[in-house]
């Protein structure tokens, strides 16, 4: 790089009022002009602008550029040339010119100068107002747009101006606009820390001044398309690249090494699982894994044959299954459906859950970083319970819904926004989509987590009443909003849901799902220092569902972090969530430990309402885990600013005596039952034609549903009836767990279980007969399990001859003396 000043130019003192700098290559057409006319207007402005100096850098243009500057420099020795020995582009030009720079203002302008020169007053207006930058804009109200761009070129720059907009610098309309003056010395910096060679200077030298907390104006101009744009269709491209590896740098490492861990802990967790997931099987979720596998394959066979993705009759045949009103997680088995096509569904949902426990950790991260503490290290902390909590842990073993919870943080986050009223609508809108989103991925934890926000939102007001006077129109607003936006995309599945083919009412869980109050304070089973499994059990309906288990460490700890910082209204509001959470999870009625006394607990207003109804209530005690992880990371950012060694290592070394007999051992993963070769061979197609099925014995239901997986593995070859899903039950249409009982799927069930049968006669062959008529069955399918000889036996009766041994299972072909 070299500067070329005139020969006789002397500057007696590096102090500039103004700098103008114009980056140029081949602009040996437009450029002369250009300079006559910045030249022209500074001078006839007397000392309007003081001292003044004109900066060209050329960036190694081949065509006369350098020699129209010295001709205007030969005539007025303020105009000076910087030269690059080749071209780099326009971010290295402006950096070069910008460093080269003197003026306590420092404009940048295009050598079209597509705004005047005469739009310099405006901006310096603006910059006068105190702002460190006035930039022109073309998108903002009192702009003029006197020659428009080619349509296409507009609207790739509309484009691109969201897309930076979203990415890089909110609030900014216009970016790219080459017209702005600057605060000299903050433009230096800018420029000097720039790194950006292209058109992405614009946004990443906005970006420093936005994270530096300077002031930019976007001041409306005039502005006229030139022709000779050196931007070709290919340069939106290029920006495009340059604000994803600005995006990218600006990334911090410590948030990356917390992502990282968080996938880490992830894969640790099912490392059982991901070393054959075709072949693994985790006991603990006990029929949940066949079910899921079978939601991510039906879902992708629907996409694949544009197929109805809301219902099928590939279980519970001839009925059918409504899938909206079942759990199949539409938001993700829908995008993954090519994994599952390419890797088959054990795959996928191994991949999605993996996925998505770090995800919703790193969400968290993001939310907590964001809104609650500014250490790296805390945050990471916080979320690490607030995901891998020991209920979330539970349900890892079974139930990706509530597991893949990474939208709930950015929900809480944009109605946060909408406190704050500063974009209403567009926040509105946002909160509409994520909230439609989230409708497909899992409604029961959206309902959860609308509990744990309103528990939060009361305790906050009561103790903010100053923030919730100021908060609660624009609130409203943004909730009406969001409403209209999410309800139109949720409404024909929601009506399937509710009112399409096996919709049920509300599913019925016992008269009391809640927690005692000893799982709040004991162990999970799956604890890696203090687990116990006989304890869990005891206090849990089963493995998948252990929906407290905090430990009483935590416990603890929570109480003393909720009285050392109690002046904090934040600490209140997380202390009042975690509290009335835990106890609407004890259930409609509570048992008082050790004793015969039991009182009607908070969740007995709402066990009977819609919607609460279907909720298992245990269940609401997962909103503690967040609220417990955000009081975990106050606590860790208070301790470390507190002075004192002492008074550090007593507060770290209590909150590691709380979490880390929380820290989850990897998920049990066991062998799994091979498919039976008359299954995996294709040979069922022998026996079993269009528009029939395959009846397992027994058939398949919640207490084993095996055949799920048989189905799954023959590619969704054959129908089952039985099943494991949520159906409608008689004429009140309550739900139930699997279809509805036919005579002798409860006979082969019992025998199944017991192990004996009753004696079979002419009425138990003609409720078969009956049966096996309405379930099309083409053959019934026998593989060995305990109790199967006596199983052969009651289906020799009542089929009324014996079954074939062939591909490792018992068949009976039912087409001849059907």
Same mark, same amino acid.
């Given at each position: 790089m070299s500067a070329t000043p005139a020969p006789d130019v002397v500057k007696d003192t590096p102090v500039m009022d103004l700098?103008?700098?114009?980056?140029?290559?081949?602009?040996?057409?437009?450029?002369?002009?250009?300079?006559?006319?910045?030249?022209?207007?500074?001078?006839?402005?007397?000392?309007?602008? /003081?001292?003044?100096?004109?900066?060209?850098?050329?960036?190694?243009?081949?065509?006369?550029?350098?020699?129209?500057?010295?001709?205007?420099?030969?005539?007025?020795?303020?105009?000076?040339?910087?030269?690059?020995?080749? $071209?780099?582009?326009?971010?290295?030009?402006?950096?070069?010119?910008?460093?080269?720079?003197?003026?306590?203002?420092?404009?940048?302008?295009?050598?079209?100068?597509?705004?005047?020169?005469?739009?310099?007053?405006?901006?310096?207006?603006?910059?006068?107002?105190?702002?460190?930058?006035?930039? /022109?804009?073309?998108?903002?109200?009192?702009?003029?747009?006197?020659?428009?761009?080619?349509?296409?070129?507009?609207?790739?720059?509309?484009?691109?101006?969201?897309?930076?907009?979203?990415?890089?610098?909110?609030?900014i309309r216009d970016t790219q606009c080459g017209f702005k003056l600057f605060d000299g010395d903050r433009a230096r910096e800018a420029f000097a820390a720039s790194r950006l060679n292209g058109w992405g200077i614009?946004?990443?030298?906005?970006?420093?001044?936005?994270?530096?907390?300077?002031?930019?104006?976007?001041?409306?101009?005039?502005?006229?398309?030139?022709?000779?744009?050196?931007?070709?269709?290919?340069?939106?491209?290029?920006?495009?690249?340059?604000?994803?590896?600005?995006?990218?740098?600006?990334?911090?490492?410590?948030?990356?090494?917390?992502?990282?861990?968080?996938?880490?802990?992830?894969?640790?967790?099912?490392?059982?699982?991901?070393?054959?997931?075709?072949?693994?099987?985790?006991?603990?979720?006990?029929?949940?894994?066949?079910?899921?596998?079978?939601?991510?394959?039906?879902?992708?066979?629907?996409?694949?044959?544009?197929?109805?993705?809301?219902?099928?009759?590939?279980?519970?045949?001839?009925?059918?299954?409504?899938?909206?009103?079942?759990?199949?997680?539409?938001?993700?088995?829908?995008?993954?459906a090519p994994v599952t096509l390419l890797w088959g569904p054990a795959v996928a949902l191994t991949l999605v859950m993996t996925l998505g426990i770090a995800a919703t950790a790193a969400a968290w991260y993001w939310l907590i970083v964001r809104r609650v503490v500014a250490r790296r290290g805390a945050a990471f902390v916080g979320a690490a319970l607030a995901a891998f909590a020991p209920p979330m842990v539970s349900h890892a073993n079974a139930h990706p819904n509530f597991v893949v919870l990474f939208m709930v943080p950015l929900i809480i986050d944009r109605v946060l926004r909408l406190c704050a009223g500063t974009r209403v609508v567009r926040d509105g809108v946002v909160l509409g989509l994520m909230t439609a989103y989230q409708v497909f991925l899992g409604e029961e934890p959206l309902l959860l987590a609308s509990i744990g926000m309103a528990l939060f939102a009361l305790a906050y007001g009561a103790a903010r009443p100053d923030v919730a006077r100021a908060s609660w129109r624009p609130l409203l607003k943004g909730l009406g909003i969001g409403a209209a936006v999410c309800l139109p995309i949720v409404a024909f599945p929601l009506y399937w849901q509710f009112a399409g083919p096996q919709s049920y009412k509300s599913v019925l869980h016992g008269d009391n799902a809640g927690n005692s109050p000893l799982a709040l304070l004991s162990f999970a089973e799956r604890s890696l220092v203090a687990g116990n499994a006989q304890t869990a059990n005891a206090l849990s309906l089963n493995p998948t569902e252990q929906n407290a288990f905090y430990g009483w460490p935590l416990a603890a700890l929570a109480f003393a972090i909720v009285v050392r910082l109690w002046e904090r209204a934040l600490v209140k509001a997380l202390a009042f969530t975690a509290l009335a959470a835990a106890l609407l999870s004890l259930g409609p009625r509570i048992r008082i430990p050790l004793t015969d006394v039991v009182l009607d607990g908070p969740w007995a207003a709402l066990a009977h309402k819609p919607l609460f109804e279907s909720v298992i209530e245990g269940r609401v005690a997962m909103v503690c885990?967040?609220?417990?992880?955000?009081?975990?990371?106050?606590?860790?950012?208070?301790?470390?600013?507190?002075?004192?060694?002492?008074?550090?290592?007593?507060?770290?070394?209590?909150?590691?005596?709380?979490?880390?007999?929380?820290?989850?051992?990897?998920?049990?993963?066991?062998?799994?039952?091979?498919?039976?070769?008359?299954?995996?061979?294709?040979?069922?197609?022998?026996?079993?034609?269009?528009?029939?099925?395959?009846?397992?014995?027994?058939?398949?239901?919640?207490?084993?549903?095996?055949?799920?997986?048989?189905?799954?593995?023959?590619?969704?070859?054959?129908?089952?009836?039985?099943?494991?899903? $949520?159906?409608?039950?008689?004429?009140?249409?309550?739900?139930?767990?699997?279809?509805?009982?036919?005579?002798?799927? $409860?006979?082969?069930?019992?025998?199944?279980? $017991?192990?004996?049968?009753?004696?079979?006669?002419?009425?138990?062959?003609?409720?078969?007969?009956?049966?096996?008529?309405?379930?099309k069955a083409g053959a019934l399918v026998l593989a060995p399990q305990p109790h199967d000889t006596v199983l052969r036996e009651t289906v020799d009766e009542l089929v009324g001859r014996p079954g074939k041994w062939t591909g490792g299972v018992w068949v009976w072909d039912l087409h001849d003396g059907r």
């Open positions: 700098t103008i700098v114009v980056p140029a290559y081949n602009e040996e057409k437009r450029l002369g002009p250009t300079l006559e006319s910045i030249v022209t207007h500074l001078t006839g402005r007397g000392d309007r602008f /003081g001292r003044w100096e004109l900066i060209v850098v050329d960036d190694g243009s081949t065509d006369g550029t350098r020699d129209v500057v010295a001709a205007v420099s030969a005539r007025e020795p303020r105009v000076q040339l910087v030269t690059s020995p080749r $071209n780099r582009g326009k971010g290295h030009a402006l950096r070069l010119g910008v460093a080269a720079s003197y003026g306590r203002r420092v404009l940048i302008t295009d050598a079209d100068l597509a705004a005047p020169i005469e739009e310099l007053e405006r901006l310096d207006t603006a910059l006068a107002d105190g702002r460190s930058a006035a930039i /022109g804009s073309r998108a903002t109200a009192g702009a003029t747009i006197e020659h428009h761009q080619h349509r296409m070129r507009e609207l790739l720059g509309r484009a691109g101006n969201f897309l930076i907009r979203r990415v890089a610098v909110p609030g614009d946004v990443e030298v906005l970006q420093h001044f936005r994270r530096s907390g300077w002031a930019v104006a976007e001041v409306p101009v005039r502005w006229a398309h030139q022709s000779g744009s050196k931007v070709r269709p290919l340069d939106y491209g290029r920006v495009l690249a340059e604000l994803a590896l600005l995006k990218a740098r600006s990334v911090r490492p410590a948030d990356v090494l917390a992502t990282a861990v968080f996938l880490l802990m992830a894969v640790v967790l099912y490392s059982g699982r991901w070393k054959d997931p075709g072949g693994r099987y985790l006991p603990d979720s006990l029929q949940d894994q066949n079910q899921w596998e079978w939601f991510f394959a039906v879902t992708a066979d629907s996409v694949r044959h544009l197929h109805n993705p809301l219902f099928s009759t590939l279980q519970g045949f001839p009925d059918g299954v409504n899938l909206m009103a079942n759990t199949v997680m539409l938001g993700l088995s829908v995008p993954f885990a967040p609220a417990l992880g955000i009081l975990v990371a106050l606590a860790l950012e208070r301790l470390a600013r507190t002075p004192g060694i002492g008074t550090q290592y007593v507060g770290m070394v209590a909150v590691a005596a709380a979490l880390i007999p929380l820290v989850p051992a990897p998920l049990k993963a066991v062998d799994r039952v091979d498919v039976p070769a008359f299954i995996a061979d294709g040979t069922y197609r022998s026996y079993v034609g269009e528009g029939e099925s395959l009846v397992p014995v027994p058939l398949p239901d919640p207490g084993d549903a095996e055949a799920l997986h048989w189905q799954t593995a023959a590619g969704l070859g054959f129908r089952l009836p039985g099943g494991y899903f $949520n159906g409608p039950y008689g004429e009140e249409r309550v739900g139930i767990y699997g279809a509805s009982p036919r005579y002798t799927s $409860n006979l082969l069930r019992d025998v199944r279980n $017991n192990g004996t049968a009753p004696t079979i006669g002419d009425n138990w062959r003609r409720q078969a007969r009956a049966d096996f008529a309405y379930w």
